[in-house]
């Protein structure tokens, strides 16, 4: 008796083909905080579970003072939410942590509420994920006292051999 066979590029449920964009192996340099501090992150997406779900493993890089990199790395798993057209995903990092986020389709990407980063006063976060000609665009947002949010991070990632 055999196991069950892998599945080759299953095509992704309705409710999750939205986020196509992410397939693949797509790398980039970004900014952080006052845009001189440059960050790399990969990224490699792929359907799974037989295109139910979406599976992102990540990597970032923070360049450190003494010469040094402080790597991060995240696997995230994308589903098909319990109401119709809603996601939900789930964040395992390599510290440990479990952190659940509610993904929203956009006309030309996702946004979904983050976590503040480290050091930085404000009330909120998110993360606007915009489709373009060459991979996406990834800028982390925070905040304002007046309710607005501004750009805190941003990077464009690529698609491998772009």
Same mark, same amino acid.
């Given at each position: 008796?055999?196991?069950?066979q892998?599945?080759?590029h ?33 990224? *490699? ?17 923070y360049?450190?003072?003494?010469g040094?990199c402080d *790597?991060h ?5 994308? *589903?098909? !939410? ?6 939900? *995903? ?11 986020y ?7 990407g996702?946004?979904?509420?983050d ?7 404000a009330?909120?976060?998110?993360k606007?994920?915009r ?7 990834e ?11 501004v ?9 491998? !051999?772009?």
């Amino acid at each position: 008796m055999s196991g069950p066979q892998p599945e080759r590029h299953a095509p992704p449920a309705p409710q999750i083909a939205v986020l196509g964009f992410l397939i693949g192996r797509l790398r980039g340099q970004g900014w952080l905080g006052d845009r001189d501090y440059q960050y790399t992150k990969r990224v *490699s997406g792929s359907w799974v579970a037989g295109g139910h779900h979406l599976l992102l493993e990540m990597c970032a890089d923070y360049p450190l003072r003494d010469g040094l990199c402080d *790597s991060h790395s995240v696997a995230l798993i994308v *589903s098909p !939410g319990p109401e119709e057209g809603s996601l939900v *995903s789930r964040a395992y990092t390599d510290g440990g942590s479990v952190i659940d986020y509610r993904p929203v389709p956009t006309a030309g990407g996702l946004v979904f509420d983050d976590r503040v980063p480290h050091g930085v006063r404000a009330r909120r976060a998110r993360k606007v994920l915009r489709v373009t000609g060459f991979g996406y665009e990834e800028t982390l947002e925070v905040e304002r006292d007046d309710g607005g949010f501004v750009p805190y991070a941003k990077i464009e990632l690529h698609r491998m !051999g772009e």
